[in-house]
């Protein structure tokens, strides 16, 4: 018979996994012995500490969180319209299906490198997370429309439901659960993007920014403490999206 | 008088409707008897408008069919009464939860599909039907799941809506319940005997 431990919890096992991990850490940079190399868990703790004091981490989070945030919005707006719209039309799907396929799978330098010749540094992370995200959207979104239940699209034909009674009774609860696993996918990607293109572009006052130069002015371990707020935030980004998105969820699960 | 000439029509590579010819009389209540797959739900789609004749023609098709499929094709998102709702103007939707009073289901109003035993789904969709305000009624083996107690209930129940109706069944206690004229089918493809 298979007892209780606890090891059942969650939680119990997360801290523990995370507390190998960082012993592990500790261990290796206590082994190298160059914080040039690899600064210790501590360390990076006790320089993100000073960094989340300081004026400059608050106005480079902000600016990094506006930028990538506003293009994840576009992004979302623009793959779900481009979705119903290539569904919709076989001309807009000739047109842009292959554009946003190339988008999809080309490297994300080879466009911040682009954008930097024709955008500001300030508004390249921005169109680069909205890039990001469209395609992301658009494909998810297209192929939830495309399995919508045919059997009650016809019962709503039958009973001449108009458009919008249409989507919002029909299509959206279908919808719904493939677009908000998309914008959760979308999100981290989004942010994970954003900052490279902030690393490349360098804008001021940005988490991207501040990262290159640390790397620059051989601060490691003020590398590894803005790596840690990156990786903090987009968990933080992604919670929050997915506890926000969780009532509308409800409202529609069958 | 809903009136078809000559007509044919293929559905999955099958020629189920081969030179139909067929008057139905837009008063009372007709049942459609005949064995499983031999067109009957075809001939239903094809009087609601949800499918297209390959070649003949079809006049007097009702102007608002209320049609209830043969599965039951309920919002699973939405609660019973909200699934009679659905399918009513704006200024008749407080009429729901009468109807679900008139199939037994008053109780079960904020009950979603998936909490329902099939029976109870299936007056749903009844419900729904008659409640929908069609000028002619399609109903599709309108007792599958229903006790004999209940059947009775449902078919009284149709009939005194006073909406002429076609109605598939393959049982013949039911066609006695309905009362109306009987059509004899069989198939494949579709034929009136």
């Known amino acids: 018979m298979k007892t209780s431990t606890l090891l059942d919890n969650k939680w119990i096992r997360a801290a523990l996994a995370l507390a190998v991990w960082l012993l592990v850490w500790e261990g290796l940079a206590r082994w190298v012995n160059i914080t040039l190399l690899l600064p210790g868990p501590v360390i990076v703790v006790q320089t993100l500490a000073e960094l989340l004091g300081s004026a400059d981490f608050r106005t480079a989070t902000g600016f990094s969180l506006l930028g990538v945030l506003t293009g994840f919005l576009i992004g979302v707006a623009a793959g779900s319209l481009l979705a119903w719209l290539t569904w919709a039309s076989r001309l807009a799907d000739a047109l842009f299906s292959p554009l946003l396929r190339l988008v999809r799978t080309a490297p994300v330098a080879s466009f911040i490198i682009l954008a930097l010749i024709w955008l500001t540094s300030r508004t390249v992370p921005m169109v680069i997370a909205a890039l990001m995200v469209a395609p992301i959207l658009w494909s998810s979104t297209k192929t939830a429309i495309e399995e919508t239940d045919p059997a009650l699209l016809e019962m709503a034909k039958a009973y001449r439901f108009p458009a919008w009674q249409r989507f919002r009774l029909v299509y959206l609860p279908q919808i719904l659960p493939q677009w908000t696993a998309a914008c959760a996918t979308a999100m981290g990607l989004a942010w994970k993007s954003g900052i490279a293109a902030e690393v490349i572009a360098q804008p001021r006052p940005a988490i991207g920014t501040n990262l290159y130069r640390a790397r620059l002015f051989l601060n490691t371990e003020e590398l590894f403490a803005w790596t840690v707020l990156i990786i903090l935030l987009s968990f933080l980004l992604e919670r929050l999206f997915i506890r926000s998105m969780a009532g509308l969820g409800r409202r529609y699960a069958a | ?193």
């Open chain 2, 1 to 193: 008088m809903i009136r078809l000439q000559n007509i044919r029509l293929n559905y999955a590579d099958k020629r189920v409707l081969d030179g139909l010819t067929l008057d139905l009389s837009a008063n009372g209540i007709t049942c459609l008897h005949g064995p499983s797959g031999c067109g009957k739900t075809t001939l239903l789609r094809l009087i609601a408008g949800l499918a297209v004749p390959d070649s003949g023609t079809v006049t007097g098709l009702p102007k608002k069919p209320a049609l209830l499929f043969q599965e039951d094709r309920l919002l699973p998102h939405l609660a019973a009464e909200e699934n009679i709702a659905a399918v009513l103007p704006k200024h008749r939707i407080g009429e729901a939860r009468n109807w679900l009073a008139k199939v037994d289901l008053a109780a079960d109003a904020n009950l979603r599909p998936r909490e329902l035993s099939g029976g109870m789904r299936r007056r749903i969709a009844l419900a729904r039907a008659l409640a929908y305000g069609g000028d002619f009624l399609l109903l599709d083996e309108p007792f599958t799941g229903l006790d004999t107690a209940l059947t009775k209930r449902m078919a009284w129940l149709i009939r005194e809506t006073g909406v002429p109706a076609l109605v598939v069944t393959h049982a013949r206690d039911e066609i006695a319940l309905l009362g109306g004229r009987v059509l004899e089918v069989s198939g494949l493809p579709l034929r009136i005997l």
